[in-house]
């Protein structure tokens, strides 16, 4: 049974974004609409198929994965810094929740904000471009896992940052280029080199991207370069899902532990 004092963090979290669509959900709608344009319609038509898809329909699990997840983070980030900023987090800390009901409502509420911005973001490419969905289950159960990951990273970096600038060099310096570089536009079996496989595959980006694909379109790249052994390739996707759940249960465990610690709360 959720206790009033989550439901009501939890509600007052969503307000914050849903008060203001202007602002959280405009932005990403136009900016997809360029980048469909641009990349989908204009480039598109001068590049050949990718892996058998057409360009424009193979970016579009990319764009949904660098939204959903940019938003999430960015709610997360943002809330927790300006309460500290504000001093109103101290009304949450002395209130009679846990920890891990404080961590769960201001996660929550940032992924539902990245699951939302990631459906407008698969409408918009549904005006360019047929989408369907080859695995639904895993599809929706991966978007919950990447949201709710980056969403526990946006609470360590409200923690760490000292200023709104902080927050900005976050999303836009370190989260963006390495989602860009996380074969949204480009496919891991084009790469003639080995090596250049194996340093993609140090981005955890790529698992995202490619576990979107995989539920969008029933395409994996990590299938076809073989990041598993011949007997179990077929499981990529369901090892890259292991993987990313394990990470999220890593980073929601170190969001309770600041918060007990105080971390970046009491300064």
Same mark, same amino acid.
């Given at each position: 049974?959720?206790?009033?004092?989550?439901?009501?963090?939890?509600?007052?979290?969503?307000?914050?974004?849903?008060?203001?669509?202007?602002?959280?959900?405009?932005?990403? !709608? @136009?900016? #997809?609409?360029?980048?469909? &344009?641009? =990349?989908?319609?204009?480039? %598109?038509?001068?590049?050949?198929? /990718?892996?058998?898809?057409?360009?424009?329909?193979?970016?579009?699990?990319?764009?949904?994965?660098?939204? !959903? @997840?940019? #938003?999430?983070?960015?709610? &997360?980030? =943002?809330?927790?810094?300006? %309460?500290?900023?504000?001093?109103? /987090?101290?009304?949450?800390?002395?209130?009679?929740?846990?920890?891990?009901?404080?961590?769960?409502?201001y996660v929550g509420a940032s992924a539902v904000r990245g699951l939302v911005v990631g459906a407008i973001i698969a409408a918009?490419?549904?005006?360019?471009?047929?989408?369907?969905?080859?695995?639904?289950?895993?599809?929706?159960?991966?978007?919950?896992?990447?949201?709710?990951?980056?969403?526990?990273?946006?609470?360590?970096?409200?923690?760490?940052?000292?200023?709104?600038?902080?927050?900005?060099?976050?999303?836009?310096?370190?989260?963006?280029?390495?989602?860009?570089?996380?074969?949204?536009?480009?496919?891991?079996?084009?790469?003639?080199?080995?090596?250049?496989?194996?340093?993609?595959?140090?981005?955890?980006?790529?698992?995202?991207?490619?576990?979107?694909?995989?539920?969008?379109?029933?395409?994996?790249?990590?299938?076809?370069?073989?990041?598993?052994?011949?007997?179990?390739?077929d499981l990529a996707p369901l090892f890259s899902l292991a993987v990313l759940t394990a990470g999220t249960f890593l980073v929601?465990?170190?969001?309770?532990?600041?918060?007990?610690?105080?971390?970046?709360?009491?300064?």
């Amino acid at each position: 049974m959720l206790s009033v004092g989550f439901r009501a963090l939890f509600r007052r979290e969503i307000l914050r974004f849903v008060r203001r669509p202007k602002n959280t959900f405009m932005p990403p !709608a @136009i900016t #997809n609409v360029l980048y469909f &344009a641009v =990349f989908g319609v204009i480039l %598109g038509n001068r590049i050949d198929e /990718i892996a058998g898809y057409p360009y424009i329909l193979f970016i579009v699990p990319g764009l949904i994965v660098l939204g !959903a @997840i940019s #938003n999430a983070f960015e709610n &997360a980030s =943002f809330s927790i810094f300006h %309460g500290r900023w504000n001093e109103y /987090i101290h009304e949450t800390l002395t209130s009679p929740l846990s920890y891990v009901e404080m961590v769960v409502a201001y996660v929550g509420a940032s992924a539902v904000r990245g699951l939302v911005v990631g459906a407008i973001i698969a409408a918009v490419g549904r005006l360019f471009v047929p989408i369907g969905f080859e695995h639904g289950v895993y599809l929706i159960t991966t978007m919950v896992v990447v949201t709710s990951l980056f969403a526990g990273l946006g609470i360590i970096g409200g923690l760490v940052a000292r200023d709104f600038d902080d927050l900005t060099v976050m999303n836009q310096f370190i989260l963006r280029p390495l989602v860009f570089f996380g074969a949204v536009f480009y496919s891991l079996e084009t790469f003639e080199q080995a090596w250049q496989v194996n340093l993609s595959l140090l981005n955890p980006m790529v698992y995202m991207v490619d576990s979107v694909r995989y539920g969008l379109l029933g395409h994996s790249d990590l299938i076809g370069v073989g990041i598993l052994p011949s007997p179990y390739t077929d499981l990529a996707p369901l090892f890259s899902l292991a993987v990313l759940t394990a990470g999220t249960f890593l980073v929601l465990a170190i969001d309770v532990y600041l918060f007990k610690t105080g971390y970046g709360l009491t300064d």
